[in-house]
């Protein structure tokens, strides 16, 4: 803080000097001329060089400053790729990155060299050049040409992407909410989701999902506030929704992004084939976990809507399925919404038989404003 | 506005009114219609807003550079927003943080951009340089500022209700902006900023009908629309692009206030908030991001097309040469404007919109690029042999260019839905649009004001200033918007308070902190151009009625123009504005009112042929008297 404040005051100090110094001279100069209707007060006068020089040494220096930042901080763009179509978003990323940076470097190269080569100078003779169509017409069609590959492959990946998940995919419910997310699964006895509705929501009551009760595909789901399980190398579909307001899942590390949308479920479907003992074994890093975030604004912890993700090897995962306890283990008093006919199958679920109740290995959810895990109570 | 009219005081008493009776202080400098006045007016409100949205960007900044910060000291004017911490440290509140945001976003785009660019240039140049008295219609001009004015009254008063400004970021996307129950920002600082925005789009639609209307009828004698300066003709774009989209961010608009308040629900549906389910159903959030972005689209060519066409003259003045390529320049610039029609779903790519829509919007987005290019190319080319003189105003286009082309190409890999996927609503976007809109239009802006400022105050600006305020800057924008590249590349999402909640995001610090020292030393330079430009006003050397050698009309009138702008007749226009440098002409610059016939050393074949029409162009009689 010091420093920047410090910085400041030089700036400060520096920009008052030179503008009363300025001030006075320019008074001085007032009083001397009087301007003639047609005096060429636009002419150069002699910074001219100075600034056409200076854009051009300006640029010289940005690239020493952009090869070098770029080397420097390159460690962390693109985390880790961890799924299967986010290694191939990624290199066409870096593809459409050097093509850009050609441009980029090319179009600014002329503009600033351009601005050094032509700075004014009396003995010049400038050329009346208006148009040339030979040149517009090369120049419009190269990125034409350019863009129609770029948009060529894009569109390849993109329906690749956004094509129809495939039937075997672990299916996941993901509901955002302020400030949280909280995950579904169908449950390890019929695999099949209960129906919800948002009319049955209740976080008083225990049901925050709105999950019906009274669809006994329901009673087998269970559900987890604080981390999101995926098995590695299979499919994965996540069925997105919202309860309040937009919100926008995003695994940086899955390249994966989709609006929750109230209303509207969404959907995104991946394949992680990176687990998370994999990643840390690669990075050296023995505490990494993925993470989820929120990319729409929604509110005050917008910031802090985290949800830990594991993706485990498919053996573990299935293991760590059986180990979770369906909604209404959780929370017997759920039985209450289930219609009497359907009791007697429900209460296989609330009886207190043990579950092979295996500790969830590792992480626990560090919710930044710990507002995530009360969910469930 | 005092300040304006106390300008305007000294700006005219010296210059008695030649055609006109003379109008009370007020009808003259309050409640103008001279079109003159009104884009003073325009400009002047819109560097107040400027100021204030630049020192909100400083606030959050140093949020983010530094998040440990002790921010007790900005108590005194941020009051609550402040918050003491269980260790006497003083913490931005977060809700406060995504006020600044939203307030920055809107203050900038519709506010400064939008008002304070188009409202200035299309108001002043318009009628100077097609050789019109007046606008089409000058009461409604003078309505449409003083709209905008109590628009921005009702936006500046939602600063200070208890509950906040709007938050809701400034694309106000429901549910999260209809529900006040999720958020501060979404209650009465939601209703003023609707209402504040209403109003801004009245006001927008009576300036851009009357600056159509003026281009099409009151064009002086000969200014065929191929004469034209490329101002002109981005100026009627940008109008044209404002009355086809702003009406439908009014519906928009409209259908959010029903949502608010009657009940309604267009965009809402299947709510449960605060313990209770809400009744509304069958709406869609995504229908209003829909009609947002088909206004949002367009706003952000309405934004930058005037500032490429104040660059095209400054660029072609300075360089003493033509603008390269003047038809492909228009017709790139219609191209632009018809495409920024149908591009807008390119901000929804993973709203869960149908993929193959998706598909459809990412190849018209490339597309649109392509003229984008051919601008960037034909100003380049321009320079090339030119003698160019860097005034202030030349520095800034040049800048402006430079800025275009860096975050335009970034625009490709955005517009590319795939590659969209990963980096939508990260710090990517924001450099990016920062760098092509939000600083590129600014540098537009300030050529802008450098260059027609001694026609607009009868002074010149002090070119030392100048050229330190480009330096700091032009290297101070850099510095801010190129590392937040990288910061988006790693993942970090906008609208956060913090990032250090995430693992993932918690690299960057250093990058972080320096962006924000980079953003407070560009802010606080701008000081520099204040003090230039008030100072200026009063006691800048006084202007030559021509002091760039320019060929437009605008420089054909005296040097403080009245209203009406010419005291005698208005000039017969006989050639395009861009013969700089004609091989054979003693001078390096002949204005558009000089006839062919007077030129005979310079004329091209074709042009000497075009003599025997002048006649003909002197002949017609319009009426350019100024109405009542
Ligand atoms: C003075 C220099 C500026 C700085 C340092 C700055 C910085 C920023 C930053 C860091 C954000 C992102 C905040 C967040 O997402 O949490 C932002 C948002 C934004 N800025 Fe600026 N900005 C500046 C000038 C401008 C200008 C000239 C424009 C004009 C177009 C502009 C338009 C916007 C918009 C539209 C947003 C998005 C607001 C939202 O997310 O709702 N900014 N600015
Ligand atoms: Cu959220
Ligand atoms: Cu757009």
Redesign the pocket.
Known sequence: MTILIAILAIVFIVLTFMVVSKTQSILKGLSKSEVEESEYLGAPDRYNSANGVGLFVFWLISIVGIVWSFIVYKKDFLPEASSIHGKETDYWFWVSMIVIMIGFFIVNTFLFLFSYLYRHNKNRKVTFYTHNNNLEIIWTTVPAIVMAGLVFTGLRVWTKITSEAPANAEQIDIMGKQFGWTVRYAGVDDNQFGKYNYKLMDDAGGNPMGVDFSDPNSFDDFANASEMHIPKGKPVLLKIRARDVLHSVFIPHMRVKMDAVPGMPTKFWFVADKSTADMRAELGKPEFNYEIACTE?CGRSHFGMKLLLVVDEPADYEKWKKSQKPLLTENPDLLNKVPDNLKAKAQKYTSTEPVAAEATPEVVASSVLGNSSKVLK | MSTVSQVEVHEHSEHAHEEHHELGFIRKYIFSEDHKVIAKQYLISGIVWAVL??LM??V??LQ?GFPEMDMAWMKPFLGDWISLDNKGLGKLDPNF?LAL??M??TI??FF??TAGLSGTFSNFLIPLQIGARDMASGFMNMLSYWIFFISSVVMFVSLFIKTGPAGG???IYPPLSALKEANPGSGDGMTLWLVSMALFIVSSLLGGINYVTTVINLRTKGMSMDKLPLTIWAFTFTAILGILSFPVLLSAALLLIFDRSFGTSFYLSDIYINGQALPNQGGSPILFQHLFWFLGHPEVYI?ILPALGLTSEVIATNSRKPIFGYKAMIFSMAGIMFLAFIVWAHHMFVTGMNPFLGSVFMLLTLIIAVPSAVKGFNYITTLWKGNIIFTPAMLFAIGLVSFFISGGLTGIILGNSALDIQLHDT?FV?AH??LV???A??FGMLAGVYHWFPKMFGRMMNNSMGYIHFWITFIG?YL?FFP?HYIGIAGFP???YQWSGFETFNTYMDLNAFITIA?II??FAQAVFIFNFVYSIFWGKKASANPWKSNTLEWTTPINPGHGNWPGEIPTVYRWPYDYSKPGAPDDFIPQNVPYSATPESNLPEENELIAAEKEINSIKYDTSLHD
Do not use: E, K, P
């Open positions: 604004i | 949205g630049a960007s400083v959050f900044r983010l943080y945001v939203t920055h976003g900038m785009v400064v951009l970021s400034w694309v934004v710090y924001v649009f920062h809109m939000g600083s239009a600014i924008v801010v937040m906008r609208r956060y953003a560009t802010v």
